[in-house]
C-alpha cells in the first residue's frame, strides 16, 4: 500500500522546457514536502507546504488539501535540474514516494 | 547554515558483522530519525527518536537494529548482525518539531551507503 503516490516515474524533458510532478496522497497529513535527490544519493529539501503555493526561483510547488494532490513544476528546466524528486507528507510519520526521476537534456 | 552530517559516507562489511552508522543532527533539534533506501526504491521510515527512547518504528526495525543517542551530539543506528539485504542507503535527519506539527521541516543528512557483503 502507497500513502503517497508520484507520477510520472520517470521524464526527459529538454532544456528549456516547462516540467510537473505531481503526487497524490491518501492520509491524514499536517504538510507536504517536495525533496530533491541527487545521483549521489543526497536529499535536499526544496519545499514544505501545508496550503496554497510556494515559489522558489524557477521552482512552484502546489498543494490542493481537498484533493489530496501536489504539483512540483519546474520552469525554464535546465541539465542542471536532473535528479530525482520525491514528495513526502508528514502525518505521524514522514510517508515518502517512489519519486520522479527527471532527466533534461541540453 | 546549519546541516546535519553523516558518517561515514560509505561502508563496506561482511555479513553477519555489527555496523553503527553514525549521525550528528542539527544542534537544536529534538526528533531524530532513520530512513533506509534500498537501490532503486522508494524511501522508508525506520524509526523516529525524541526524549532519548523511540516514538515510532516501522514493521523492518526489528529486533536487529538499534538506535542510540550515546552524548548530546550523535545519534546511532546499529545493525547487530547485518544480512545482505540490509544493503541500503541509510539517512538520518532531525527536526525541531514533532511530525504532526504543521509546520515541522526535517532535515536530512547526505547518507551512508552501506554494502554487505
Known amino acids: 500500500k502507497n500513502e503517497v503516490e508520484q507520477s510520472p516515474q520517470n521524464l526527459t524533458a529538454q532544456e528549456g522546457e516547462f516540467i510537473t510532478i505531481n503526487c497524490s496522497y491518501s492520509v491524514g497529513i499536517s504538510a507536504l514536502h517536495w525533496l530533491q535527490q541527487h545521483p549521489g544519493g543526497g536529499i535536499v529539501s526544496l519545499f514544505m507546504?501545508?496550503?496554497g503555493k510556494k515559489k522558489h526561483g524557477r521552482l512552484i510547488a502546489t498543494i490542493n488539501i481537498q484533493e489530496k494532490h501536489s504539483s512540483l513544476h519546474i520552469t525554464a528546466s535546465h541539465p542542471r535540474d536532473s535528479a530525482v524528486y520525491i514528495c513526502a507528507v508528514t502525518g505521524n510519520q514522514f510517508y515518502f514516494g517512489t519519486g520522479t526521476s527527471l532527466t533534461v537534456i541540453p | 547554515e546549519p546541516e546535519v552530517t553523516q558518517t561515514p559516507s560509505h561502508q563496506v562489511t561482511q555479513m553477519g558483522q555489527e555496523v553503527i552508522l553514525r549521525c550528528v543532527p542539527i544542534?537544536?533539534?529534538?526528533?531524530f530519525y532513520w530512513y533506509r533506501q534500498i537501490l532503486g526504491q522508494k524511501v522508508e521510515f525506520l524509526v523516529s527518536f525524541y526524549n532519548n527512547e523511540i516514538s515510532e518504528k516501522s514493521e523492518i526495525f526489528d529486533d536487529q537494529f538499534s538506535v542510540e543517542r550515546p552524548d548530546g551530539s550523535n545519534f546511532t543506528l546499529k545493525i547487530r548482525s547485518t544480512k545482505l539485504e540490509d544493503s541500503a542507503m541509510y539517512f538520518c535527519?532531525?527536526?525541531?518539531?514533532?511530525?504532526?506539527?504543521?509546520?515541522?521541516?526535517?532535515?536530512f543528512g547526505q547518507g551512508t551507503r552501506l554494502t554487505v557483503v
Open positions: 544542534s537544536n533539534h529534538l526528533y
Open positions: 507546504l501545508s496550503s
Open positions: 535527519a532531525s527536526s525541531e518539531a514533532p511530525p504532526g506539527r504543521k509546520y515541522t521541516e526535517a532535515f
